[in-house]
């Protein structure tokens, strides 16, 4: 193995080491549970508009799932003492591999189409009707979005887009409310109609010299 491959191999022990000491077995359930959810409504959103940059998200979901996954196995095998214990924890274990098998599922789907595959005519009619769609944004410096909340901004009913994920870092918050603060750096993903989007990305930019 390379230096540089050794390298990202130590780096994402480290994220896992660090997922077990700070994440409860609930609290992995949960956003697993979350995420793959996600995933699916984003793997349909790319078979809709042929997106690359919602190819890409659906892809980082999937390599954070394993490593939730990987992080509650060895959660799971840490506490495993006995026989009972394992009839105990199994149905957890099967889950887990379920929510991975979606979300794999669901990156299929994603690359497949990020990879130029026409959609089938009947998804190019849904395509033509549908008038709300998945995008991304990000938030820059020095934006009016940041360190205010989405309760404070009140983005659906000032833009009509509805904020239903934020990537900050390696994690995601999905389905964020009224208290949940956006910060610089924040990838929003949300789904509306393509004016309102305009108007969310103005927001969205930080301050530019001369306006």
Not at 171 to 191: F, N, Q, S, Y
Request: charged share 35%; glycine share 8%; hydrophobic share 40%.
């Amino acid at each position: 193995m390379s230096g540089e491959g050794k390298e990202e191999e130590e780096k994402d022990l480290k994220r896992i080491e660090d997922i077990l000491k700070r994440r409860t077995v609930v609290d992995l359930l949960i956003e697993m549970k979350n995420l793959a959810q996600l995933s699916v409504d984003l793997s349909y959103a790319v078979l809709l508009s042929g997106s690359e940059e919602l190819a890409d998200e659906v892809s980082r979901i999937e390599s954070r799932l394993d490593e939730l996954s990987l992080a509650l196995r060895a959660k799971l095998a840490l506490a495993v003492r006995s026989v009972e214990d394992v009839k105990r924890l199994l149905p957890i274990m099967e889950l887990a591999q379920a929510m991975e098998v979606i979300t794999d599922a669901a990156n299929d789907v994603a690359e497949t189409v990020a990879m130029g595959a026409e959609p089938h005519p009947i998804v190019k009619e849904a395509i033509e009707k549908s008038e709300e769609k998945f995008k991304l944004v990000r938030v820059e410096e020095g934006s009016e979005l940041d360190g205010r909340t989405l309760g404070e901004l009140k983005l659906a009913s000032e833009t009509g887009m509805h904020v239903v994920a934020i990537r900050r870092g390696e994690t995601w918050i999905v389905g964020p409310d009224k208290h949940t603060e956006i910060r610089a750096g924040d990838v929003l993903i949300v789904r509306g109609r393509e004016e309102g989007f305009k108007r969310l990305k103005r927001l969205a930019r930080g301050a530019r010299e001369g306006e």
